[in-house]
C-alpha cells in the first residue's frame, strides 16, 4: 500500500524567512510524488510533480521540492515566504495505483509579516 | 488552460431533497474524478471515471451516484442525503494514469 505522511500540522514562519514544509512517502515501485496549495474555501491548486530524473523539482509561484530516495522523503520548499503562501499544503502519491492519488494529512502554513 | 469547473459553489438541501453537482473541463482528458473533503481533511476519493466509464467506486453509499454525460462532463446526484455528507465537494481531471490531476474550486454541501 501507498502512503505519505505530513508530520507537522503547521508551520509558522516569518515573511522573507526560508519556507519548507516535510513530507515523507512510502510507496512500491517507482513513485510519483505530487505538491498541492489549498486556500481558504478553494479547491486544490497544484504546484509541483516529481516523476523521474532531476532530484530538484521546480513549480509554481517560486516553490521547488527536493526528491531524496534514501530519506524516502519529498519536502516543499521556497527560498523567501510571502504572506501570501499562508495556506493548506498537501502532499500525494499516487505510486503505482494509477489513478488512485493518496494525500497526505496537510501542513498548514502560516508567514507572518 | 488547466480549469476545472464547477457548479453550484454553494449548495443547501434538505435531507428529503434531490439535487446535482455538475464539473466540466475542456482540457481533453480522459479520467475525471469525484473527492469528498471535510474541514481541515484531505481530500476523499469517491469515484474515478476513465473514458467514460465507472472504473472506481470507494464504497460510497449509493445516495450519491455519479454520472458521466461525455468526456467533458461529470455531474453527482445527490439524494436523502445526511447532514454529515456535509462537505467540500472537489471534482478533478487528468488525462488518466500516473498523470496530473487537476482541481475546481468544489461546491460547498450543506444538508440540513
Known amino acids: 500500500a501507498q502512503s505519505v505522511a505530513q508530520p507537522e500540522d503547521q508551520v509558522n514562519v516569518a515573511e522573507g524567512n526560508p519556507l519548507t514544509v516535510k513530507c515523507t512517502y512510502s510507496?512500491?515501485?517507482?513513485?510519483?510524488l505530487f505538491w498541492y496549495v489549498q486556500y481558504p474555501n478553494r479547491g486544490l491548486q497544484f504546484l509541483l510533480k516529481?516523476?523521474?530524473?532531476?532530484?530538484l523539482v521546480k513549480g509554481s509561484y517560486g516553490f521547488e521540492a527536493e526528491f531524496n530516495k534514501s530519506q524516502t522523503s519529498f519536502h516543499l520548499k521556497k527560498p523567501s515566504a510571502l504572506v501570501s503562501d499562508s495556506a493548506l499544503y498537501f502532499c500525494?502519491?499516487?505510486?503505482?495505483?494509477?489513478?488512485?492519488?493518496?494525500f497526505g494529512g496537510g501542513t498548514r502554513v502560516l508567514v507572518k509579516p | 488552460d488547466t480549469e476545472v469547473t464547477q457548479t453550484p459553489k454553494h449548495l443547501v438541501m434538505g435531507m428529503t431533497n434531490k439535487k446535482s453537482l455538475k464539473c466540466e473541463q475542456h482540457?481533453?482528458?480522459?479520467?475525471m474524478y469525484w473527492y469528498k473533503q471535510k474541514a481541515k481533511k484531505p481530500p476523499e476519493l469517491m469515484f474515478v471515471?476513465?473514458?467514460?466509464?465507472?472504473?472506481i467506486n470507494e464504497s460510497v453509499p449509493s445516495r450519491f451516484s455519479p454520472e458521466c454525460p461525455n468526456s467533458s462532463l461529470l455531474n453527482l446526484h445527490l439524494h436523502a442525503l445526511q447532514p454529515e455528507d456535509s462537505a467540500l465537494y472537489l471534482c478533478?481531471?487528468?488525462?488518466?494514469?500516473?498523470?496530473?490531476?487537476?482541481f475546481g474550486p468544489g461546491t460547498r454541501l450543506l444538508v440540513l
Open positions: 471515471y476513465s473514458y467514460e466509464k465507472l472504473s
Open positions: 500525494a502519491t499516487n505510486g503505482a495505483a494509477g489513478n488512485k492519488l493518496t
Open positions: 482540457m481533453g482528458h480522459r479520467a
Open positions: 510507496v512500491s515501485g517507482n513513485p510519483y
Open positions: 516529481y516523476i523521474t530524473g532531476d532530484n
Open positions: 478533478a481531471s487528468s488525462r488518466g494514469g500516473l498523470e496530473t490531476q487537476y
